[in-house]
């Protein structure tokens, strides 16, 4: 039989699964990871009874899934139709999903964000600006179907208002494990959060030197440009614990006007830094994938990152199965993230286990608002004729 790394065990922190029949159990079956896909089907921000089939599709026993990009408060949104944790009423949506994934024995976690910027004034309260770390806006940025997307301009955070939005973090980490369904007696809470600071967002807006341009204690130096995120890393590990924690980290991406003159820096400052507070693990995504033979294959410029980091290390962005496989069989990462893929082969660790063909993705269904469309119809490889 044919060793598939993907597919071996792995042992990660400590925390205690009771969808396990109560027994504690902190080991994942596969490597294979649902990475954070915005699916922007989730009504008045809130996660909808299609949600349910969703996530339950991409459940295997022992294998780690992690929410779409969910906001901490009202005024963490920017886009339509993504879900929250700030109200009773977000929590209560999550409950039915998250169990779903713990009866098919999967390990959930919810990714934690705030668009900061990359908002325009209709979705914030009142009609008001974005915040950000500046109070420059973002170019507006041509979408795949060729419209426009522009973003309305920004608002400096002034110092003082920090310690709430780092406030809003912990708050809705706790919400997110605090979720029970009391009159069912099931337990109904995220295993954990993932911080999202990547992709342009709030957090990397203040990591990246192209947008903080502060002259505070926040501004300036690698060293103050990530007070914030790990303000953040640090409220949210006292709150739920570190080994409930995950951050996603793009120091190598340019999204939304956010790049660093210096991403191997700032990538090594981050995950050092990240070691005092011990939290559980770091996803980092890919600076590129190069061309061999025809193929695509990993640049693997995440080394120096990979071994600074005391945790479990996780990698995406752009990797199949081949490459998947060799980054865990050579210790370049403990667990792959897989988010396209994964989308339209809710199979996917099957697929990759019998080496099966993979479904084709459709980029034209990846953010409309329909419940089965691009959402739960990408067919299973017993469905297939």
């Given at each position: 039989m044919e060793t598939i790394p993907l597919l071996t065990p792995y042992k990660m922190g400590r925390f205690n699964l009771s969808h396990r029949n109560g027994v504690s159990n902190d080991i994942l079956d596969v490597r294979i990871v649902l990475a954070p896909l915005t699916r922007s089907r989730s009504y008045g921000n809130l996660p909808q009874k299609h949600a349910i089939l969703y996530y339950s599709q991409r459940t295997t026993k022992g294998g780690l899934l992690i929410a779409e990009a969910t906001g901490v408060s009202s005024t963490a949104q920017g886009y339509p139709n993504t879900p929250g944790v700030w109200t009773a009423e977000q929590v209560e949506a999550w409950k039915p999903v998250v169990d779903a994934v713990h009866r098919n024995g999967g390990v959930f976690f919810c990714q934690i964000w705030h668009v900061g910027r990359a908002s325009?004034?209709?979705?914030?309260?009142?009609?008001?600006?974005?915040?950000?770390?500046?109070?420059?806006?973002?170019?507006p940025q041509t979408r795949t179907d060729g419209t426009v997307e522009a973003f309305s301009t920004p608002r400096r955070l002034r110092t003082d208002e920090i310690p709430q939005i780092v406030n809003d973090f912990k708050l809705a980490a706790r919400n997110a494990i605090e979720a029970r369904n009391l009159l069912l007696h099931i337990r109904s809470n995220f295993d954990g959060v993932e911080i999202h600071a990547?992709?342009?967002?709030?957090?990397?807006?203040?990591?990246?030197?192209?947008?903080?341009?502060?002259?505070?204690?926040?501004?300036?130096?690698?060293?103050?440009?990530?007070?914030?995120?790990?303000?953040?890393?640090?409220?949210?590990?006292?709150e739920i614990g570190p080994d409930r924690?995950?951050?996603?980290?793009?120091?190598?991406?340019?999204?939304?006007?956010?790049?660093?003159?210096?991403?191997?820096?700032?990538?090594?400052?981050?995950?050092?830094?990240?070691?005092?507070?011990?939290?559980?693990?770091?996803?980092?995504?890919?600076?590129?994938?190069?061309?061999?033979?025809?193929?695509?294959?990993a640049a693997r410029g995440l080394s120096p990152m990979r071994k600074a980091f005391e945790g479990s290390f996780m990698v995406g962005g752009g990797y199949d199965r081949e490459e998947g496989n060799k980054a865990v069989a050579e210790g370049y990462a403990d667990l792959v993230a897989y988010g396209k893929w994964f989308l339209a082969n809710p199979d996917l660790p099957k697929r990759f286990e019998i080496n099966a063909g993979l479904n084709k993705y459709d980029r034209s269904t990846f953010?409309?608002?329909?419940?089965?469309?691009?959402?739960?119809?990408?067919?299973?490889?017993d469905s297939v004729s």
């Open positions: 325009t004034c209709d979705y914030q309260p009142n009609g008001q600006a974005p915040i950000s770390s500046t109070d420059k806006p973002i170019t990547a992709y342009g967002y709030l957090l990397e807006q203040f990591m990246k030197d192209s947008v903080n341009d502060r002259t505070d204690e926040y501004g300036g130096s690698i060293e103050n440009r990530c007070r914030f995120a790990l303000e953040v890393v640090e409220a949210v590990a006292n924690v995950g951050i996603r980290l793009s120091p190598y991406s340019n999204c939304l006007d956010c790049r660093d003159s210096n991403p191997t820096a700032l990538g090594l400052y981050m995950v050092q830094s990240l070691n005092k507070y011990n939290i559980l693990y770091c996803s980092m995504v890919e600076p590129d994938m190069v061309k061999v033979g025809g193929k695509l294959r953010y409309t608002s329909d419940p089965v469309v691009g959402y739960t119809d990408y067919p299973f490889l």
